[in-house]
């Protein structure tokens, strides 16, 4: 499927390509980022490429029913990447949407208004009516993204596993049209 950039007041969505890494290299593997998912920080801009390759495939699982949709978030007319957004379109209408801005970018709504394209673009790209988002209990900032655009808390799991032991516990988020 051929993906397109999505574009914001701010903002221009980008879908993320291998070339993407070396650009955003310094920012995304900022230890901040990572405060509640440490083991996921790519170790090298090998690591990071060779990830964003899978991305440009739309589904880096072949043996899962769904499709990827990433970006890195650009000031609008200009080269400096602010941030990514990733969004897991499932059956049925479903998706999940992530996102990060990079530390230096937070708390300017960022996050919030490229959630915003996402969440359009999934509505009317995909005909997508519910989307999750899950984050860590402690992640007070994305916490208030998703109040912000509406979404409720539904569910929260405990001890969460991501494959390299137990993280946290996790809220989900859910946004209903």
């Known amino acids: 499927m051929e993906r397109h950039p999505l574009q914001t007041e701010r903002l221009r969505l980008e879908p993320t390509r291998a ?5 955003v290299y310094d920012q995304i593997t900022d230890e901040r980022l990572w405060t509640f998912f440490p083991a996921l920080r790519p170790k090298s801009i090998e690591e990071l490429r060779a990830l964003y390759r899978r991305w440009e495939r739309g589904n ?3 043996n899962r029913d769904e499709e990827w949709e990433n970006w890195i978030c650009f000031l609008r ?9 990733q969004a897991t379109i499932l059956p049925g209408s479903l998706a999940y949407i992530a996102y990060v801005m990079y530390a230096a970018n937070q708390r300017q709504g960022f996050a919030r208004e490229g959630a915003r ?4 673009h999934l509505r009317e790209a995909h005909g997508i009516t ?3 988002a899950e984050m860590n209990t402690q992640n007070e900032a994305s916490i208030k993204v998703v109040q912000s655009l509406g979404f ?7 001890e969460v596993e991501r494959g390299h032991g137990v993280e946290a516990d996790e809220y989900v988020y859910e946004l209903k049209f």
């Not at 070339?19 to 650009?23: E, R, S, T, W």
């Open 19 to 23: 070339y993407h890494a070396p650009l």
């Open 60 to 62: 880096p699982y072949a």
């Open 77 to 85: 007319d200009t080269e400096t990447p602010v941030g990514g957004m």
């Open 117 to 120: 394209a996402v969440i359009e």
């Open 130 to 132: 519910r989307i999750l």
């Open 152 to 158: 409720e808390r539904v569910e929260e799991h405990v």
